[in-house]
């Protein structure tokens, strides 16, 4: 029962002082210009509705802070009160302790909407918990489960976070080594951290072990087991990789999830069958998937270079032409539902060291020159090369980015001349030929 508006205890100053030592997701620091909080609410409520195994306490809990960063108050209240119902059901024993998180949003998400009243009943249902387990603190609780619930926010909120969501796990799993949703959540973080920084070698393999002890706890968590698959596939012992990868699939056969990974993992071995299988079934499940559309430009763009590897007189130009407008489609999609697809903190170092790298294949060169042009345009707002191409001394580079950059703000034909400016300087390269062919269909 709420308490009566009319009256209340603590003074304004007070209570704001009191709402910064919560233990919530308001007083994690998890920013809003670090993520797409559309893109991101739109992926919470997937897995609400296809990860079963996942906590709807700790997806509801954040889904009410990415709509409160998104301006949808109210709705934010609705995901809070689906957040304490979930808790009646996940937590019957001890919902108050498992709640702490639920009730200090509640507290911030009600002081922002200038209603004190209701944002000290919240603060006092957090305080009377506390002084029953005799806290250090009046106002947070140190309980591995706030580690678990803290690790698994900042993992959501992208790769800037994940060092501070490893150490959340690591702290969760001090007090409960042997707790295998604390364990998954570390597995995962660290496969995460190895895939974004490759700071070593794939055959280090440092997540292995961990990914390894997360099955073994929790044979059935369709998130880690696919995530094991692939890593074992990196440290080539791909035929035990598979095995887990089928066992995942026959278990859960209708989860997006795995299935996306089961597709990647057939695309890295080459099984193009299955893997449009898997892409397909995915992307009848969830249709916005901007990293699904992504796998399925990867698979069409992996077919167009076999068919003219193995080009002959049977060839048909108009299969090789509908494919280009297949791998066209699904990399525009990718970019429609997420326009931050590339994650921008690598910054312009990690471009540079990335784009000189011999092994990358043309379309994956342009989606960096996206990523790269996105960069400079939203975060450093420079001109690249502009100097140079205004003194006639643009190189083909130059030229490519500033299409993209074109492209982004939807000047399709100023971004067709600068990629054909920089197909003359380097003819024949297919990255600019497809850049130009995709802008032209889309007028």
């Not at 080594?177 to 974004?196: C, D, M, Q, S």
């Not at 095995?243 to 699939?249: P, R, T």
């Not at 921008?344 to 990335?354: C, D, H, P, S, V």
């Amino acid at each position: 029962m709420e308490k009566d508006p009319d009256s209340h205890d603590i003074s304004k100053d007070s209570l704001e002082k009191i709402l910064t030592q919560l233990e919530c997701h308001f007083t994690w620091m998890l920013l809003k210009d670090d993520v797409d909080p559309d893109e991101l609410e739109e992926r919470i409520l997937e897995q609400i509705c296809f990860l079963q195994f996942r906590s709807k306490v700790r997806n509801y809990n954040l889904l009410a802070y990415v709509k409160y960063l998104n301006g949808k108050r109210e709705e934010a209240l609705e995901s809070l009160q689906k957040a304490k119902e979930a808790a009646e059901e996940e937590y019957p024993g001890d919902i108050e302790k498992n709640s702490l998180v639920t009730w200090g949003n509640y507290a911030w998400l009600y002081c922002h909407m200038d209603r004190p009243p209701e944002a000290e009943t919240y603060v006092k249902r957090v305080e009377s918990v506390c002084k029953q387990h005799q806290s250090d603190s009046p106002y947070k609780m140190t309980l591995p489960e706030i580690y678990c619930e803290k690790g698994w926010a900042f993992l959501k909120f992208g790769i800037k976070y994940y060092e501070k969501a490893k150490e959340s796990f690591e702290k969760a799993l001090q007090e409960e080594p042997e707790n295998p949703k604390f364990n998954a959540g570390y597995a995962i973080t660290v496969y995460r951290l190895e895939e974004y920084y490759e700071r070593r070698s794939p055959a280090a393999g440092s997540s292995l072990e961990p990914l390894k002890r997360a099955v073994t706890l929790n044979p059935d968590n369709a998130f880690v087991m696919p995530l094991l698959a692939l890593k074992l596939q990196e440290t080539h012992k791909a035929k035990e990789g598979e095995k887990y990868i089928e066992e995942a699939l026959s278990k859960h056969p209708y989860d997006p999830y795995v299935l996306r990974y089961a597709a990647m993992f057939y695309r890295k071995k080459g099984n193009v069958e299955k893997l449009l299988l898997c892409l397909t079934k995915a992307l009848e499940l969830t249709s916005n998937s901007s990293f699904l559309h992504h796998q399925m430009g990867l698979c069409y763009r992996a077919q167009s270079f076999e068919m003219k590897r193995t080009k002959g007189k049977y060839q048909s130009g108009k299969k090789m032409e509908e494919m280009i407008r297949l791998i066209i489609f699904h990399f525009q999609k990718a970019v429609d539902h997420k326009p931050k697809f590339f994650y921008l903190q690598k910054a312009e170092e990690t471009f540079q060291n990335i784009l000189v790298k011999k092994k990358l294949t043309c379309v994956e060169k342009q989606e960096y020159h996206w990523w790269y042009g996105h960069f400079q345009k939203s975060n450093k707002k420079i001109r690249i090369g502009k100097r140079k191409i205004s003194q006639g001394q643009g190189d083909a580079k130059c030229f490519s980015v500033h299409g993209f950059i074109a492209q982004l703000d939807g000047k399709k034909q100023e971004a067709i001349k600068y990629y054909e400016q920089a197909l003359e300087l380097d003819p024949g390269n297919e990255e600019y030929l497809i850049a130009i062919l995709n802008l032209k269909l889309s007028l």
